[in-house]
């Protein structure tokens, strides 16, 4: 439902995928720490780190769009966090021993509040003892109907397993929002594996194996967890695709807009094709390739991941490699009438080599779109060509 109504979902939506986002961003502490943690989402809790399935960090997340949401001795967010805490902790009284529980939220805990006593497990300021006497008071007096289940199962517990569940409670308030966890995951070992600069690219890498492996493991019943060890692995590929020597290929699949079509139509390289008698899916392959290898080498050149000179060398290899090739063809084709079938056959057979046979390694990458987009980049400008005549047939048609 669109945002702006009374039916709008759109903080329930951001609240889903914060739980999601945050999982990760909590992860990354857990990346070389030589323990077989799993996480989980919705399964022991909001979040759940755990080893074997015995819970060690049980988390609740509470995202609020408008960061108002304030975490007093009254608030909703923290009473139903209490009752699923104090109603595990019913069942199995020696969960705080061994357990600790944590309260994500974006919103902000006023000082004096229970909440605020229950802040950082290193802060000397904490009083769960405190807590205690101050959460016992208000579910005792407790009038809001929709919260006495959460008040009845906190005063089910007694006095000492109060303060035991609380002693085990740290309450993050004040969090990263849903945007702002692209600067918390960013922040931590990406910053460290990837280049200077590029942290925010391999958030990117790392984001695109995460939701599949989250999609997957909801499909579960119960939802299935992610091994620490998986993340690791993933972020030692990460690692690897973006050392200097190996370039990351964002372009290679990438679908040619609709724009480019018309606009490249009348483009020297589609001449080109067009010359020896190439039409139909060919001429749109041909601007597909253009466009992937045009991108992906502009990406290259802004973000400065390429050498100096680099594309130009690349580009003369190409060229090199090439000319041989149509000289023998030139040679063999000498008397032939420009506008000959031989001929157009001949130039679709150079063609054809570059569509099948181009191989050559940009560094130590060979993607065939670099290749056969590079070579309608330079037929583009003339450079190389298929037809025996190419300089003079476009020459003629510009003029």
């Known amino acids: 439902m669109a945002d702006g109504t009374d039916f709008s979902a759109a903080g329930s939506a951001a609240g889903y995928l914060y739980q999601a986002r945050l999982a990760l961003a909590l992860c990354l502490r857990h990346a070389n720490s030589g323990t077989p943690v799993e996480v989980g989402i919705e399964r022991l809790d909001d979040i759940s ?26 608030s909703v967010d923290l009473w139903k966090t209490l009752r ?33 006593k229950l802040r950082s497990l290193h802060l000397c300021t904490r009083d769960p003892v ?33 303060i035991a569940l609380l002693s085990a409670v740290e309450v993050l308030d004040g969090h990263a929002t849903l945007a702002d966890l692209n600067q918390v995951i960013e922040d931590g070992p990406l910053r460290i594996i990837a280049p200077r600069g590029k942290a925010a690219q391999a958030r990117e890498l790392l984001e695109g194996w995460w939701w599949p492996r ?39 699949h990438a679908d040619l807009p609709d724009t ?16 020896i008698g190439v039409g139909g899916n060919r001429i749109q392959f041909a601007k597909r390739d253009f466009y992937r290898a045009f991108a992906q080498r502009s990406k290259w050149v802004r973000e400065h ?20 090739r149509f000289e023998r063809m030139r040679e063999r084709h000498a008397g032939e009438p420009t506008d000959s079938t031989t001929l157009r056959h001949a130039g679709q057979d150079l063609y054809q080599w570059v569509e099948s046979d181009t191989h050559f390694p940009f560094r130590a990458q060979v993607h065939r779109f670099l290749n056969v987009g ?26």
């Open 214 to 252: 989250i999609c997957t493991a909801l499909m579960e019943k119960p939802s299935a967890p992610i091994s620490i060890l998986d993340l690791e692995a993933k972020l030692d590929d990460i690692r690897d695709q973006m050392k200097r020597d190996a370039l990351v290929a964002d372009f290679e």
């Open 130 to 162: 405190g807590a205690a006497d101050t959460l016992t008071k208000v579910a005792e007096g407790g009038r809001n109907a929709a919260l006495l289940p959460a008040y009845s199962a906190f005063l089910a517990l007694t006095p000492t397993m109060r």
């Open 260 to 275: 480019h079509e018309a606009e490249y139509e009348g483009r020297p390289f589609v001449r080109q094709l067009k010359a």
């Open 49 to 74: 780190f755990e080893i074997n399935g015995t819970p060690l960090e049980l988390l609740q997340t509470k995202h609020h769009l408008d960061r108002a949401a304030s975490l007093s001795d009254y």
């Open 305 to 324: 991941v390429v050498l100096d000179g680099e594309i130009t060398h690349f580009e003369a290899t190409l060229i090199e490699e090439w000319q041989p």
């Open 374 to 399: 590079s070579y309608h980049m330079l037929a583009n400008e003339l450079k190389v060509g298929w037809h025996r005549d190419f300089a003079d047939l476009c020459k003629d048609e510009d003029g």
């Open 84 to 116: 699923i805490w104090s109603e595990a902790t019913q069942v199995d009284p020696s969960l705080p021993q061994r357990t600790c529980f944590v309260l994500v939220t974006t919103g902000v805990t006023p000082e004096g509040q229970a909440a605020a």
